[in-house]
């Protein structure tokens, strides 16, 4: 599609999706996302994108609903799957709701997304859904030495996060990266100066620490804005050092909680030690995150900001930058922690094992994607537990449960024996066995086998096969376990019906003739995994790279190689 026509096309969405007018800053960002090349030439398409949007926005509704239905109906279908996600219209109302919501999810791309950072995208996105607006992808990246984002040659989190967000289904109309907004924060900061709303602060570390316990002001504080501003300046002419001098915005000094007092709106950073990966040594005065968040919030609009219940004093915090400037503060709302049981949700933790951040056996959103759970399942566990301000505890068994849910219908069945061995009777007739490939949807067909009649070779569990036992081979026969000689079981058969085998309590088993070597990948802890290797159906063979199965008695899988399998769960 050439870039005339996807403007169009996301102009045309753009209106028809809110009331008949579009955007040119949301479509703008819509096109960033969907074409990041283009960035390159920004100034060339926004012009282009302004035209679209005038001559979209002098038609009629109608006219361009049918326009975007002739020729982008996809754009239409995305809208409607969109609206009818399930779950949704059982969160709870938000309070302050007007025309929409505009609301945000800020990752710092210090790593990958996982299952916790996972719930704030999601519960923002579904406001979004839910009540229309706008949705804002911001990568917060201001701290280029302790959070330094993560760009290397194995992995781009800026990249690898746009992709955790398009695999979950969300869709974001702006984005923006706050290390491209440097001089924006430069020019609030400047202001709140000229205000006598912040100052810069000289003071060594432990004799502010020592000023702040007691509730003291810094010496420098109450200096006017020109000795402020002239700080300021040099600041940015590098004339200081690193924890030299930083800018401070003013709270109040008797707050009960210390660490907002006075807090650090701006420090000082030596990229040339540690640089930025997007902006290199070109800034060394960085705004915190407080700063940056406070800005940003109130220029892009967000009415609603829903976030973990770690960060409420950081609302406090934001609040005083909201008053000073004389904004509107979001309505904000905390949630919980979410913890899984027997997995981390640590960045630290996780970034410390040193092994791909996409491993199978991870709780990143990469891992969880490799190992084969679906997104729908874990829009189910995060829109099951919701935004409830209480601490959440779930078991990775829950989110298994929530995609089987899922997998159950597309998965087709096969025979898989693990520690097989040989099976080996007299039929007096033929035998035959329909095996169904999903016993629900009987329109997939069936593998038709047909052994004897004569000596019966095939392949059981060992664990299956105990002499004087009698097993009921799937869809096929009764047989009873005779002897066992090293790897092979002997036996006679028994009789053929599955009345038969009820009276005879014999267990309904897999079994495999002609099989092929299968080998299955078992998570088993984090960056623990285990092969297992057994014989399967051979048709098996036919089976798609990325596609779900179930072997019977033994669990779902997806398949990975050639005849190399996931498991994912039982």
Not at 72 to 91: S, V
Not at 459 to 465: G, I, K, L, S, T
Not at 551 to 557: A, Q
Request: aromatic content about 8%; overall charge positive; some cysteine.
């Amino acid at each position: 599609m050439n870039i005339e026509d996807l403007v169009w096309k996301h102009a045309l969405a753009n209106a028809v999706r809110y009331g008949g007018k579009a955007d040119v800053k949301a479509v703008m960002a819509k096109l960033m996302a969907d074409a990041p090349e283009l960035r390159q030439r920004a100034r060339e398409v926004k012009q282009l994108v302004e035209e679209v949007v005038a001559k979209v926005n002098a038609m009629s509704p109608e006219e361009q609903l049918r326009i975007l239905r002739e020729r982008w109906p996809d754009a239409l279908e995305e809208k409607k799957a969109e609206q009818k996600r399930p779950g949704i219209e059982g969160l709870p109302e938000l309070p302050g709701v007007k025309d929409g919501v505009v609301v945000r999810f800020a990752p710092n791309p210090d790593f990958v997304l996982h299952l916790g950072s996972a719930r704030p995208a999601i519960l923002n996105y579904a406001y979004r859904l839910k009540y229309g607006g706008r949705f804002i992808l911001r990568f917060e990246d201001t701290d280029p030495r302790t959070k330094k984002p993560l760009v290397t040659e194995e992995v781009n989190a800026y990249n690898a996060i746009r992709e955790d967000l398009r695999w979950l289904g969300i869709r974001w109309d702006e984005e923006y990266i706050q290390s491209q907004r440097m001089e924006v924060y430069y020019d609030h900061a400047r202001r709140l100066l000229e205000m006598g709303a912040a100052y810069v602060d000289l003071c060594k570390a432990d004799e502010w620490r020592r000023l702040r316990n007691q509730g003291k002001a810094c010496p420098h504080r109450d200096q006017p804005p020109e000795a402020q501003l002239e700080l300021w300046d040099k600041m940015l002419e590098g004339r200081f050092g690193e924890g030299e001098a930083v800018v401070r915005i003013k709270t109040d000094l008797a707050h009960p909680d210390p660490s907002v007092r006075d807090w650090v709106a701006f420090r000082i950073i030596d990229t040339t030690k540690t640089p930025h990966p997007l902006t290199g040594d070109k800034y060394i005065v960085w705004p915190t995150y407080n700063f940056a968040v406070s800005i940003d919030d109130h220029l892009m609009g967000v009415t609603h900001v829903l976030r973990a219940q770690e960060h409420s004093v950081n609302t406090v915090k934001q609040s005083y930058v909201f008053k000073h400037f004389g904004w509107e503060q979001p309505v904000t709302i905390h949630f919980g922690r979410l913890k899984i049981e027997g997995a981390t949700l640590s960045k630290s933790k996780l970034k410390s094992m040193k092994i791909r951040y996409d491993d199978l056996t991870l709780p990143t959103l990469a891992g969880l994607r490799n190992r084969g759970i679906l997104p729908e399942a874990i829009w189910d566990l995060i829109l099951s537990v919701g935004i409830k301000p209480s601490d959440s505890t779930v078991a990775l068994a829950n989110l298994y449960a929530l995609n089987r849910k899922h997998v159950e219908p597309i998965a087709n069945r096969y025979m898989f024996v693990a520690d097989p061995v040989k099976l080996v009777f007299e039929a007096d007739r033929e035998l035959v066995a329909k095996v169904p490939y999903h016993p629900s949807f009987r329109e997939r067909g069936e593998r038709v086998y047909r052994l004897g009649p004569g000596r019966v070779e095939l392949y059981v569990q060992r664990r299956d096969a105990a002499a004087g036992k009698v097993i009921r081979l799937m869809e096929l026969a009764n047989v009873e376990v005779q002897k066992i000689e090293g790897d092979v079981a002997y036996g006679r058969l028994h009789s053929l019906t599955l009345e038969e085998a009820k009276k005879a309590g014999a267990p309904i088993v897999q079994w495999v003739w002609d099989p092929v070597e299968v080998t299955v990948i078992k998570p088993i802890a984090l960056g623990k995994k285990a092969e297992e290797r057994g014989l399967g159906e051979r048709h098996l063979e036919k089976v798609e790279v990325g596609a779900y199965v179930q072997f019977f008695r033994y669990g779902y899988l997806k398949k990975k190689g050639p005849l190399e399998f996931v498991y994912l769960h039982d």
